[in-house]
């Protein structure tokens, strides 16, 4: 399938161009009013045609010298300028115009400020965790001595100096590191209910007041844990910051999707002339025109014009299809060669694209979700640590308060699932970064643990199996014609023709001494032009197309593979036949993923012949072609309900629905935005081969994660009895559960140096 990259509407110099977004409603979709600056408001500006260092300063001085811009930043490696202006003197098509001048283009980058809370919240809890790393060194730094020290070595005004500076490291550490764990405590309070946050936020709570009542002299002779608290919170925010950065690579993949519409068309006004105009503007009975290159808005139909559309990314059909007066084009759909003038019909949600987007929303809600399970028997275990840890405290305060703190302290902080937690991330994220140096990229971690688990691989055929290109077969030529010269001349056609047939013959023969010229296309048939050849000098009129368009005779015109033809003045001359181009590694991968015992399914948009036919060149038994978005995700819930867990392969947007179903959806890189926007693995290259990898190294993470839990169960069984005995003191359980962690990361860390066959 050819994944062709839809163009965005790019602002030049001219203010037509810009014209639509200077009207309020369009320039606030990328800008918002500043806090505190009364009629000031910045914008966001994705830059075209920046290569080096020196285009930021040339476009900044481009976009500075306009009146009512008050200040331009930016960011040279990605493309993005902020502006600060004022409405009252200054519109966004001056700055578009301005930049056209000096040789840019640009695009309003309204995703930005959707991504700008994300990005606020991974720098934050960034500046936690370094804060939280810090201070934890710097106390481990000042405990140390009262941990070797004799007794009486270290004099009470040394041990005073040390409280007070432990004391004022911990402070940032509650103060500042701890608010996600008491503002998610708090949350779950007022909820009534227990979550993961309770007890972390008591036992700091508790250790630090504790700690604090010591140091100021309320509570002479008692313990601190100063220490404690700050080790515990860096490596609860070790975890959290692991996952927030995985949460954030994914985040607002779905907003990226609506960009491949274009941001505006050309609408027929009243005085009968075509002005551009903002898609969002499109109402049932427009007239719009779409030129080449640009993609369809609405679902429509064509009033005028004609052109081959590429609804591949919709249909999953792999040829493009000639549309003309009276025939439907739908939004998303690619127009290729010709102008259209479409009548619009269904406008913004009523879209076919729009309910293939619903549709997999809808399904990825339907996807199981281990955390359900983990959220159930989340709150009865935490009650009875909470519970174990009063019960503790009880039990001991008749050998001193100082003493029954500790134990509590030391129960919150050894039950404090911090191994168990990692068990499974810290494997993963070891593997994902293993499989992301080979071109395979995890975007969720559980995604893993399914692989590992997969039993049947569903593979969509084109762009998936296939590539974007044909070739040519066998060809048979008219008795007594030249082949050499045939060849040449249809080199020489083909090559004034994007349709894929064409480039296929074209990349397959050389045109030689013989040039087109004249050359036109006719809708639905094919092209004709006029060939002329220089050595000897000569000419001849040719066609190339379908079978009825070159005359070609009933014997030619059919067969199990598509087919162009040649024809000269004298009638059918020569016959191609093309073939989808399996991918280079194709056979193999499927080979591979039988070895490891898994059954391999084509479900295919395409017609069922030619799903057949690839299916057979590829070494696939099952498979069924002609199938629309709502028949995979039958298909997918047929073999799931027989207790197979799915692994579905594809790439484009009639894909989006039964990646979301799926156990495990992978995508191949050439995919459209919705196809990656719902894929659990991407894969670089469409390498087909790294699918058998995947889900090998998944089922060697698999084994590793279990080790990993092993270890966390027989940790927690050996230190929770001691912790309530009173046998464990809060810094040797800190100790502990920091070294739980660091044995879990270590194990997990073997993954990371898989071999490639891995």
Known sequence: MQTAVVPQFE??????????????????????????????????????????????????????????????????????????????????????????????????????????????????????????????????????????????????????????????????????????????????LRQRRIGMDVPVALGVLIAFAASTATTFGS???????????????????????????????????????????????????????????PVRRLAFGDLIRVLPGEAVPADG????????????????ESTPLWRGPGLAVVAGSHNLSGPLQVRVMRTGNQTRYAEIVALMQRASLDKPRLAQLADRIASPFLLLVLLASAGAAAWWWPAGPAHAIGVAVAVLIVTCPCALSLATPAATLAAAGAMARRGVLVRRLQALESCAAVDTVVFDKTGTLTSDRMSVGAVAIRSGADPVRVRQQAAALASQSLHPASRAIAASFQPGPWSAANVAEVPGGGIRGTLHCAEPERSAALRLGSA???????????????????????????????????????????????????????????????????????????????????????????????????????DGLNDGPALARADVSVAVGEAVPLAQAQADVVIAGAQLARVASLLRHARRTRRVVRQNLAWAALYNAVCVPLAIAGAMPPWLAGLGMAASSLLVVLNSARLAHAGHGA
């Open 219 to 277: 509570a002479p002779g008692g313990e601190v844990w100063y220490d404690s608290v700050t080790m515990f919170v860096f490596f609860l925010l070790s975890g959290r910051l692991l996952e927030a950065r995985l949460r954030d690579s994914t985040a607002g993949a779905l907003e990226a999707l609506m960009r491949r519409l274009p941001a505006t068309v050309e609408r027929k006004g009243a005085d009968g002339r075509f002005e551009r105009v």
């Open 548 to 650: 009825p368009f070159c005359g070609a005779p009933a014997s030619r015109a059919t067969g199990s593979e598509m087919q162009a033809h040649l024809a000269d003045e004298a009638g059918w001359l020569a016959s191609f036949e093309l073939h989808e181009t399996l991918r280079a590694d194709a056979v193999e991968a499927i080979a591979s993923l039988r070895r490891l015992g898994v059954a391999v399914h084509i479900l295919s948009g395409d017609r069922p012949a030619a799903v057949a036919r690839v299916a057979g060149r590829a070494g696939i038994a099952l498979f069924t072609g002609g199938c629309t978005p709502q028949d995979k995700l039958a298909r997918l819930d047929s073999l799931q309900a027989r207790g197979h867990r799915v692994a579905m392969v594809g």
């Open 11 to 188: 602002f030049a110099a001219s203010a037509p161009a810009g014209a639509p977004l200077d009207e309020p409603a369009e320039w606030q979709t990328f800008s918002r009013p500043l806090a505190g600056h009364d009629g000031r408001w910045e914008s966001w500006l994705a830059i075209t045609g920046m290569h080096c260092a020196a285009c930021s300063l040339t476009v900044e001085a481009a976009l500075a010298q306009l009146p009512g811009v008050l200040a331009v930043e930016v960011n040279g490696p990605a493309a993005l300028a902020r502006v600060v202006w004022s409405p009252q003197q200054t519109r966004p098509s001056a700055w578009l115009a301005a930049l056209g001048r000096a040789g840019y283009g640009a695009l309003p980058a309204g995703d930005v400020l959707a991504a700008q809370p994300r990005r606020q919240a991974a720098r934050l809890m960034l500046w936690r965790w370094l804060v939280a790393g810090f201070c934890m060194m710097q106390v481990m730094m000042y405990a140390f001595p009262a941990y070797i020290a004799k007794p009486g070595e270290i004099t009470p005004d040394i041990v005073a100096l040390l409280l007070w500076a432990s004391w004022i490291l911990t402070l940032p550490v509650v103060l500042f590191c701890c608010q996600p764990f008491f503002a998610s405590a708090l949350r779950d």
């Open 301 to 316: 139909v064509v009033e005028a014009g004609a052109s081959r559309v590429d609804e591949a990314l919709l249909t999953g």
